[in-house]
């Protein structure tokens, strides 16, 4: 059975640190997701990474995936209170759905 | 804008009640999926569908079912609403080989009393 781990599940943080997200998965896939959830919202997709070594960025967020490692992270640099929410990441096994992790809830502060 | 739409947002239904939520998406997309979450749970598959007329069980479809007459609609069904069904749902639609993922609707928070 494929297990999507993520950690932590939850993360406190003060602006302007720097922190990582951890992905780690169960069996092959080399193509992983990573998506962005707002209270009481749907999911709104961050980053593809489609080939092991991929590395996208987007402002203050930093996404990789390593295939050999099982591992995907997600890097956030200088924190700001825009990026509290839910971070989910989604791995492709070559079926038909993507299987989700249980979410990092993100809670930054001054 | 390319757009997957739930048509409700937020549903209050009684127990025993037969509930349609309904999904539309307008990207020629193949794969629709419903899929429910609850706090400390995750998302969980419930459904999904790759083709029209098409559906395959996902995770947790006891107490559900789904139609997907026209490529573009992808119903789910609660038989018998029961007050364990009290969610949000979230339908997603994505191309047959999922090179971009999922798009997401806005979600549907069903509350069964």
């Known amino acids: 059975e494929l297990k999507v781990e993520q950690n932590p599940l939850f993360l406190s943080m003060q602006e302007g640190k720097n922190y990582t997200i951890y992905c780690n998965y169960s069996t092959t896939s080399d193509r992983l997701y990573w998506y962005r959830q707002d209270p009481g919202k749907s999911l709104e997709s961050l980053f593809v990474?489609?080939?092991?070594?991929a590395v996208k960025q987007e402002g203050r967020l930093m996404a990789s995936l390593d295939t050999k490692a099982r591992l995907s992270t997600l890097h956030i640099t200088a924190a700001v209170h825009d990026l509290s929410a839910t971070y989910f990441c989604?791995?492709?096994?070559?079926?038909?759905?993507?299987?989700f992790g249980k979410g990092t809830t993100l809670s930054v502060s001054s | 804008d390319v757009k997957v739409t739930q048509s409700s947002r937020y549903l209050v239904k009684r127990t025993g009640e037969k509930v349609f939520l309904e999904c539309v998406q307008d990207m020629d997309h193949e794969n629709m999926f419903w899929y429910r979450q609850d706090p400390g749970l995750g998302l969980r598959l419930i459904y999904f569908?790759?083709?029209?007329?098409?559906?395959e069980k996902g995770d947790i479809p006891e107490g559900y079912s789904v139609s997907r007459e026209k490529k573009e609609r992808f119903s789910l069904i609660l038989e018998s609403a029961s007050t364990n069904q009290t969610s949000m749902y979230l339908c997603?639609?994505?191309?047959?080989?999922?090179?971009?993922?999922?798009?997401f609707g806005s979600g549907t928070r069903l509350t069964v009393v």
């Open positions: 989604a791995v492709d096994i070559g079926g038909t759905a993507l299987i």
């Open positions: 997603a639609s994505s191309l047959q080989d999922r090179v971009y993922g999922y798009t």
């Open positions: 569908s790759y083709d029209v007329k098409m559906k």
């Open positions: 990474l489609l080939s092991n070594g």
